[in-house]
Structure formats: structure tokens, C-alpha cells
């Protein structure tokens, strides 16, 4: 099952240096799940070769602009394209009366259903459960209320033990892989446990922009495969960053290393940052298993292979 | 004095084919005035080089989302650069409730003030006048309250006679070329005709996206020197352009032709048409003095040598 990430925009609140506001898509089992939306997102979208009828959802964060200014256009390009799959949106309760006014004011009655689902700032709410991911939300600390987002894969099936295999007719082993136990054709019964082992653990990646550093966060993050953490400044900023209630990239790498996640991806970089290297630097120096989100590159969820604890 | 337009959109609702949604710069004397705010126009401000904080005005058509959606995020940069200088928006009233609701949304008290003056469709109505231009209304045909825009340059001071320039005191020209008239010091009276000659009539540039094909339009439009007129379709889309309240490209022309406008410039194209080339064909061939405008390039505002009566 396909489980990956693409940071559409790495920039912060001022668009510069190249680097768009934050967008990124999820692919969990070519199903895609956009967070946040800032200016631009459908362009990007595009670039990327992106099918927009395979968006499903859309996760705001919060309402800053370089996070959600990109949602109207999107909805808008959705319906001249001819949607009529629904789009779900779980945002901050404020964007609903947004978009509604928009829609008002240019006469736009939606070919779609549009469902809208008010997010809480609340570390493991369910937000959204389907065949392929649940989605909870994590409390970040910003100047807004503002929503991280903790996705993980739908459990895999349980594995067949390889000297089992035999034993389970064919037209039996999705059950079996579903937990079932096998009844044999003289009634005798083998437990599930004989025949299968655990699955691997669902992968996790969570979602942490925009942030103050958080260390309420380490117990709800605790081995995710992947962690996207801001890293709007460096430390000799720290004092900036304590202000504005966004992190260092030493933050960043400090919760990594602390909740012993697989990899950390930076992103959300200060537009006063042409090279992010230093924000790099700073944060391998803590927690070795970190890159810079590169814009319209594709990092896949997965098990780390080297452990950083 | 410089008087330009630059096009930084020429596509129409769905953004495609490379071309951006609608948003022009015009530059009057170095004091800039945006007419229409697409999604994502700041980006290409800033790749046209343009000075954020030079925009005093921005002038919203009306309220589809290709032409204003990237209003908020122009003015939360505009912010985040640390502007002062007031900012004036003309727009249909609707933009200023879902301005404030998105200040609001992102905890924003801006920076400098911004003035808001709700637009009215009704051929002639001032909207604003400066010592650059003065801008009136031109009452547009659309599936919403649509207003285009006419900028008409400040006239000129009087031309001074070469063969009276000799009479007149160096400290007394600019009086003079103010329309005074001139007192010698044996107190007789020199009057002004005199001295001066009309200064060449004011430039005039029009901006008419979205309309249907107009007629009305066409006395307020008589000898403007520069015209952009939307040409969403080529008539074998004659029927759509109807129902969608569009311009053909020929029906651009025929507005043209029969406003006898020095010339005009194409934009708006729907994004069926991945070149532009057969709608110019259709209508050169009714008003020769017609180029599609080209995303980012700056054409001039002048008196037109050939004339197209």
C-alpha cells in the first residue's frame, strides 16, 4: 500500500526566495489528502501532476493566510472541472462562514457536496477514519488555535506463518488473514494464533506546522516513521521564534530525537533563509535522521531502518 | 510621463495552459494601480519586479474568483513588508465583509490603513482621480455586477508658442502653461491663447473583462487610444459566449472598430485554447490594430499612429 508525502510549499508566512506557502499531499493508497492550502495550491497541484478529483479531504491547520488562502480557488477549480465526488474539509469552524461568503458572492452553487467538519485543538481527537488512514489531531501551541495532524495506515492483515500456509484452503486465507480461526473439515479447530503472526505496526506520520517548541507533543508523537516539523528559524533567533510561537530547527530535532520518531523533515522556513543548510545543520547536530523538505519532492512513510534512540 | 500596462493574467476562470488568472499593473507617473487580483498575482508581481508598496490602488471588477482571490494574500504581504502608506480597494461591496471576516479569522490589525470604496456599474461614475488619472466606471454585461475601468490620464499643462516662448519670464512659465495669462510690466495683458496652444488630449486606457458583447459600451469607449477587451472564445463559440455572458474575439473587434479606439489588446482567453493565435486571426480581421496581450510584457499607452476608421 502506497504511504507518502509531498510538501507542496516549504516558505512561512512571507512568500520569497522561491519557496510557496505550506501545502502538502498525502498518498495513502492513491487516495490523496491535501494539508493545509495556502496561495497558489492548485498551481502547484498541477505542476506536480496531481489528479484533483482524487483529493478527497482538505486538513487546515489554522487560519493564518500562507495556510489556507489557496482553499477557494481550489473548491472553485474543482467545480469547473466538473466534480461531483464530495470534498471534506476539517478545518477551524471560522472557515466555513469564509468559504460560504465567497460562494455568495460570486453566485457559485457547488456541482459537489461540500462537507465541512470543524476541527478541536485536542491531542488524539478522531478527525477522520477510512479504509486507508485515521487521521487524529494533535494541539500545537501558535498565536491561533492551530491543529497538527497524525496519520496513520489502516492495520495491515495479519501475515501467514510460512509453515501454516498449507494447511488453509485458499478461499479461506482472507479470513484468516482477518483474524479468523480455521475450522477443519473434522471440526477440529486451529486457533488464529497458529496460523498467523502480528502484522507490522501501522505507519504514522504526523504533521506539526505551525508550533511553538511543545514538548506536550513528545508523548503523542512517540515513534512515528515520519515527523514534518516547522523549523522556521535558527537558534540565534530563538528569541524571535519564542515570540511568534513558531520553533528552531534545534526545537524541531530536540522533539524528534525526544519522542525517538523515525525521520524528521524540516519545512515552514523563514523567507530571510535563501539556504536552509544552517536550519539543517542545527538540527542533524540533535537528531542525525533529519532533511529539508524539498518543495514537489515525494518522501515515502516508512519503517526506518536506522533507529536514532 | 509614463503611462503603461502591464497584463500579469490573461486566462479565464480555470487556470491552465500556463496562463494565470486576470490581473493587470498600471503605471501612471510611477504610482502603480492594479485592476483585477487573481489568485496568486502577488507571485507575479514579484516576478515582474514590481514594488509591492508603490500599488496605492487595486480595482476588483467583480467578485469571480479569477479576478479577486488573491486579494488577501497581497494585502496580508503587504503587512508582513511593514507598509504604511494607505492602501485604496474599489470593489463591489461584498469584498469588504469577506476582507474583515478573514482579518479577523487570522488575528490581523494591518499595518497602514486600507480605504475601501464599493464600485458602482454605471457608465461615467468617478471612482477615483489623482494628479495622475482619474479612473470612471464602465458599466459591463456579466453574470454579476461587473464594472470596467477607464483611465484617463491628468490633462497635460498647455504647450507653450515657440514664437511667444521669448515674451515670457522663466519664473512665469508655469503659470502660463497653467492657463494664466500674462501681465507685462507696463500692465498690459498678454491673454493666455496668446501664449499657448491645447496640449495634446489625455491618454485613455480601458479595461473591459468580464462582458458580454456591448453596444452600449461603445460611446464611452469612442477614441480611447489603448482598449483590453476579454476574448474568452472564437465564434464557433458564439452560442457559449451568450449563455456566459462572453466576449467572441470578433465581437472584441467589432467594439473596437466602432468605438474607433486606437487599439486594442486581447485577454481572457478560456483555457480551450491552448493558442491564442486563431482568436487574434478573428479579430484582425475585423480591427487590424489588435495584439493578445502576453503575460508579464509591458505595452505602452500612446497615441496610436495608424488610425482604424
Redesign the interface.
Known sequence: MRFQVTPLGTGA????RGRSPSAQVINANEDLYLIDCG??T??RL?MAAFNFQRIGHIFISH???DHY??V??LI??MH??GRDRELHIHA?Q??K??ID??L????TWLRYPLRFYATRVENGAVLWSDAHVEVTALALKH??PTTGFLFRQRPAPRTLRKESVHLIPHFRRNAIKAGEDLVREDGTIVPNAELTSDPPPPLRYAYCSDTAYNTDLIPHLHGVDLLYHEATFTEHLAARARETLHSTARQAATIARDAEVGQLLLGHFSSRYKDVRPLLEEAVAVFPATRAADEGCTYPIQRSIVQNS
Not at 13 to 16: E, G, V, W
Not at 104 to 107: E, F, V
Open positions: 508566512a512571507l512568500p520569497a496561495e497558489g492548485q498551481e498541477r487560519l493564518h493566510g488562502l489557496g477557494m480557488g472553485s477549480t469547473l472541472l477551524p471560522e472557515l462562514a469564509i461568503l465567497q455568495q458572492a460570486s453566485g498565536r491561533l
